[in-house]
């Protein structure tokens, strides 16, 4: 079966930077699972994506207007140290959760103090260009619980 509208895919992936430096893995992991169509991957990504099958191997660099966007540098942020509370341990670098009035997002800490903490809510890889080296492992047809929700379940994806 062929990846287009309505499939799932599950695949392992490499992200390089343009200095071609790994930045990030899925192998060792389940395979990332996800509704062909779906906003749950990048839609440059799905479309390089279309047409391959189950064992293939594709390789896209995207520029960052088509990953993860330009670095914004109005999302860095001085928040309280009480919105990072429900964290025992987080340092310089990490990425970790943030409750706002949006819903839970991830940022970047910056710069850590006893009151306050310097934050950065772009993502990781924003103003990066990306390549990414894609694996397919599997093709499926979509059930019709994963289209009325979706996205994907199972391992890998949504589980509910």
């Not at 943030?98 to 890889?125: E, M, R, S």
Request: aromatic share 6%.
């Amino acid at each position: 079966m062929e990846i287009n509208k309505d499939a799932v895919v599950a695949f392992h992936y490499t992200i390089f930077d343009d200095n071609n430096q790994e930045l990030e893995s899925s192998h060792g992991q389940t395979p990332t699972l996800y509704l062909h169509g779906s906003e749950s991957v990048l839609p440059h990504l799905q479309a390089a994506l279309k047409g391959h099958k189950a064992g293939d191997k594709v390789e896209t660099t995207l520029p960052p207007e088509q990953a993860y966007g330009e670095r914004q540098d109005n999302l860095t942020q001085r928040i309280s140290a009480k919105y990072l509370r429900h964290l025992k341990k987080y340092q310089v670098g990490d990425v970790v959760p943030v409750n706002t009035d949006k819903g839970q997002q991830w940022v970047t800490v910056l710069k850590k103090g006893l009151k306050t903490v310097d934050v950065d809510a772009n993502h990781p890889f924003a103003g990066k260009t990306l390549r990414f080296v894609v694996e397919i492992d599997s093709v499926r047809a979509a059930t019709e619980e994963e289209l009325a929700h979706g996205h994907a379940h199972g391992a890998g994806g949504v589980e509910h």
